[in-house]
């Protein structure tokens, strides 16, 4: 069954927002963004964003629990779709670099503004973020001998750091290429 034209249009609506919140809140900050101008962002009155939000506090929790979900269910299909576990490995690391690239106000959020959130939704966000790890750590122990799992974490935290960094890289196919070399040397030297 397809989607209705108002059904789209609603799902549109509520990207846009997300959108908007991503830029504003990255720019100036979660607790110095109003509704009026989140809606205003989008074309839509402040009012009109509960149409699809019980309120802002709501539009950085889909913001932030929606990204990690994303990044914990596009690993899981990274490593169930790859051949090996080295092919695993690479493709975190070009699926974890391409989400940076094109995520670099949510990175800015999620730097920023992760205390604003809820204690519900701040648990989830960091259970979905250590999931996530540990899904880096499972390949990493199949692909680097020796390493105990504490210091194979410690890699891919350090490499998260690296490639979260966009927000404050460039962000043009050398600086993806490089991202990407930088983290499977970070995450294979020998120690």
């Known amino acids: 069954m397809s ?19 991503a830029s504003l809140f990255a720019e100036r900050g979660f607790a ?3 509704l009026d ?10 009012p ?6 019980a309120g802002k506090q709501a539009v950085l929790a889909a913001l932030l629990v929606d990204t990690s979900e994303g990044l914990w269910q596009g690993g899981q299909r990274v490593v169930t779709e790859a051949a090996d576990a ?31 959130l809820a204690e519900a939704d701040r648990h989830r966000v960091r259970s979905l973020q250590r999931q996530y790890v540990e899904l880096w750590v499972d390949v990493l122990e199949r692909v680097v001998d020796g390493e105990a799992r504490p210091t194979l974490r410690t890699r891919a ?8 960094s966009t927000p404050h890289s460039g962000r043009d196919r050398r600086s ?7 983290a499977l040397a970070a995450l294979t030297t020998p120690s």
Not at 37 to 46: H, I, K, M, N, Y
Not at 48 to 53: I, N
Not at 157 to 164: D, P, S
């Open 86 to 116: 080295r092919s695993a490995l690479r493709g975190l690391i070009d699926f974890h670099v391409d989400f940076a690239l094109a995520n670099a106000d949510v990175i800015r959020v999620q730097d920023r503004d992760l205390d604003s």
């Open 157 to 164: 935290h350090a490499v998260f750091g690296l490639i979260n």
């Open 176 to 182: 993806r290429d490089l991202l990407a070399a930088m």
């Open 32 to 34: 110095r963004v109003s």
């Open 37 to 46: 101008e989140l809606g205003g962002a989008v074309g839509v009155s402040g």
């Open 3 to 21: 989607a209705t034209p108002r059904t789209r249009a609603k799902a549109d609506r509520r990207d846009a927002l997300l959108g908007a919140a």
């Open 48 to 53: 009109a964003v509960y149409r699809h939000f």
